[in-house]
């Protein structure tokens, strides 16, 4: 991650500490959380500012990256360590992360689009299926 896009990253998480889970900006209004994940290399733990969707209990998150080729670091670390910490609002609580698959996907994928119109856009900037990760309660 470049260092812009970090210290970006630590002004939302700061921000959504403060501010009970509330964030400015190009994400005011959108549902935000904190996933702290653990690094696929290093394993070195890394929070996540990410917009979510509600799902239940559950929370999901896309692994979109603004529509870039590759998938975003956190999403290969979830995918390599599935426990992490998500805070939402002012709860913290942790969560298994798992990948949704085939009408699952679609049907997460399709509602995220509707509510959220630049996830049309980041789906056509790129080649590669977005990935959807369901933030199960554990």
Do not use: C
């Not at 969560?95 to 509510?115: F, H, I, N, P, S």
């Amino acid at each position: 991650m470049s260092d812009d896009m970090n210290d970006w990253n630590q002004q939302i998480i700061a921000e959504f500490r403060a501010n009970g889970g509330k964030v400015g900006g190009p994400f005011e209004g959108a549902p935000m959380v904190l996933v702290t994940h653990t690094g696929a290399k290093t394993g070195t733990q890394r929070t996540t500012p990410l917009m979510a969707q509600e799902r239940g209990d559950d929370l999901v998150v896309f692994a979109s990256k603004a529509g870039a080729p590759d998938n975003p670091d956190w999403y290969h670390n979830l995918v390599a360590n599935p426990t992490a910490t998500v805070e939402f609002g002012a709860d913290t609580f942790p969560v298994t992360a798992r990948v949704a698959e085939g009408d699952e996907r679609a049907g997460l994928w399709t509602a995220q689009k509707a509510a959220y119109p630049q996830f049309q856009g980041y789906e056509e900037a790129t080649t590669r299926t977005i990935p959807v990760v369901v933030l199960e309660r554990s």
